[in-house]
C-alpha cells in the first residue's frame, strides 16, 4: 500500500515538473518579442552561451572528422570504394554527428553552466529581488538566455560539420591519399542541400530549444540550496543528453524514413 | 565600455562563422555549387555515353591525373554527351589526335578520362576539340551483348 502510494506520488510529481515546464517554456516566448528592445542582453548571453563554447566545439568537430575520415577509408578500402569517403564523411556528419554532437557538448558546456548560474540566482534570492522591484526575471534573466541557447546552437552544429568535414578531408586525402577530385565531386552529388543539410540545420534548432529549455527551466526550478543546485545542474546534463538522443531517433525516423 | 565592444565584436565573429560554416557546406560539400577553380586550358570531348562520370572527376594519362572534368553538357544538334575538361597547364605536350576514353577505377570506384597520346606533331591546346573517344562501359549493356552472343552462339551449334 505504501509503495504504491509512493509510485503514484511519483507519478504527479513527475507530471507536475512537466506541466510546470511548458507553462514555463509559455511564459519564456511571451517574453521573448520584448527582447529584441534590449539586444545588449541577447549579445551578451550569446556570447556566454556560444563564444564560449566554440573552441570545445571546433576541436572535437575536427577530431570527429578525422577518426569519420579514417575509419571510413579502411572500410570502404575493401571494396575498392574509397572515392566515397566524403560521402561518407559529409553525410555522417550533415545529417546525425554535426547536430547531435553539438548539442550534446552544448548541454555539457553551456547547458550545465545556465543552469548553474540560474539556480545560484535563486539560492541568492536575486531573482526574488528583481521581483520586488518589479523586474520580471523570466524576461530580463531567463528569456535572453533561451534565446541565445536557441540561436547558438544551430551556428555552433553548422561549425562543428564544416570543421569536421575538413578534418575528414585533411586525413582521407592529406594522410591516406583519396583523391581529392573525387572527394569533393562524389561528396557534392549525393548531398543535397535541402533534404540533408537542411535537414540538419533543422534538428540543431530543436536541439536548441530543448537543451535550453531544459537547461533554464532546471535552474529556475532547483531547490534553492547548494545541494539543490548541484543536483539541478547533474539533471540538466542528463535530460538534455537524452531528449537529444531520442529526439534525434524521431526527427530522423521523421525526415529520412518513409514512415 | 571595452569589455562590451569587445563583447560584441566576439559574438559577431562567431555567428559570422556559423554562416561561413553553413555557406561552405552549401558550397562545397551539397550539390548546390556551380563553380569550381582549376587552373589549365580546356579541351573537349563529345561521347556516345558518359556513364557515372561527374563535374571533378579526373582526367589521367597514364594513370597519372593530369586535370579534372569541369562541365558536362549535352549538345542537341549532335546527340553527344559534350565533356569539358581542364588540363594542367604543364602538361602541355599532349598530341592533337589523343584519344579518350571513359574508364573505371575499381569494380564501385567512380570513373575517370583516361587519355592515350597519339602520333601527331602538333599539340591541344585551348579550346580544341579531342576527335577520338570511347564511351563509357555501361554494364547492363555488356551483359546484354554477352547474352546475346551466348544466344547466338547456341542457335549456331544447334
Known amino acids: ?259 | 565600455m571595452q569589455n562590451t565592444r569587445l563583447v560584441e565584436t566576439l559574438v559577431g565573429v562567431f555567428v559570422a562563422a556559423g554562416f561561413a560554416a553553413l555557406f561552405m557546406l552549401a558550397m562545397k560539400v551539397s550539390n548546390l555549387n556551380a563553380f569550381s577553380n582549376v587552373e589549365g586550358y580546356e579541351v573537349m570531348a563529345k561521347f556516345d555515353n558518359i556513364g557515372g562520370l561527374k563535374v571533378l572527376s579526373s582526367v589521367s594519362v597514364s594513370g597519372v591525373r593530369i586535370g579534372r572534368v569541369t562541365s558536362i553538357a549535352y549538345d542537341q544538334e549532335s546527340y553527344l554527351a559534350v565533356v569539358t575538361m581542364t588540363i594542367d597547364p604543364k602538361y602541355n605536350r599532349l598530341p592533337t589526335d589523343t584519344s579518350a576514353s571513359i574508364f573505371t577505377s575499381g569494380l564501385l570506384g567512380e570513373q575517370y578520362i583516361g587519355f592515350e597520346p597519339g602520333g601527331e606533331e602538333a599539340f591541344l591546346k585551348e579550346g580544341d576539340i579531342i576527335s577520338l573517344t570511347q564511351s563509357a562501359m555501361v554494364m547492363e549493356q555488356i551483359i546484354g551483348q554477352f547474352l546475346f552472343s551466348k544466344a547466338s552462339e547456341g542457335s549456331k551449334a544447334e
Open chain 1, 1 to 259: 500500500m505504501n509503495s504504491l502510494q509512493q509510485l503514484g506520488h511519483g507519478t504527479l510529481t513527475a507530471f507536475q515538473r512537466l506541466g510546470r515546464a511548458h507553462l514555463f517554456l509559455f511564459a519564456i516566448l511571451a517574453g521573448t518579442p520584448s527582447l529584441l528592445l534590449r539586444l545588449r542582453l541577447l549579445i551578451q548571453q550569446i556570447f556566454s552561451v556560444g563564444v564560449l563554447s566554440l573552441v570545445i566545439t571546433v576541436v572535437a568537430g575536427l577530431f570527429v572528422g578525422m577518426v569519420l575520415g579514417l575509419q571510413g577509408y579502411y572500410t570502404l578500402v575493401d571494396f575498392g570504394a574509397e572515392d566515397s569517403l566524403g560521402v561518407m564523411v559529409a553525410l555522417s556528419l550533415v545529417r546525425e554527428l554535426g547536430p547531435v554532437v553539438a548539442a550534446l557538448l552544448f548541454a555539457g558546456r553551456a547547458g550545465s553552466a545556465l543552469t548553474a548560474e540560474i539556480g545560484l540566482m535563486k539560492a541568492t534570492e536575486q531573482l526574488s529581488g528583481m521581483e520586488m522591484m518589479a523586474v520580471d526575471p523570466l524576461k530580463r534573466v531567463i528569456a535572453p538566455r533561451f534565446l541565445a541557447g536557441v540561436l547558438s546552437l544551430p551556428l555552433l552544429a553548422a561549425i562543428f560539420s564544416a570543421v569536421g568535414v575538413m578534418g575528414g578531408y585533411f586525413v582521407g586525402v592529406g594522410v591516406l591519399g583519396v583523391d581529392e577530385g573525387a572527394f569533393w565531386s562524389q561528396m557534392q552529388s549525393r548531398v543535397d542541400f535541402d533534404e540533408d543539410i537542411m535537414n540538419g540545420v533543422i534538428k540543431s534548432i530543436v536541439f536548441g530549444v530543448v537543451v535550453t529549455w531544459v537547461a533554464v527551466f532546471e535552474g529556475y526550478d532547483a531547490v534553492p540550496t547548494s545541494a539543490g543546485v548541484s543536483r539541478a545542474t547533474t539533471r540538466t546534463v542528463v535530460y538534455a543528453s537524452l531528449a537529444v538522443l531520442g529526439l534525434d531517433f524521431v526527427l530522423t525516423a521523421l525526415m529520412f524514413g518513409e514512415i
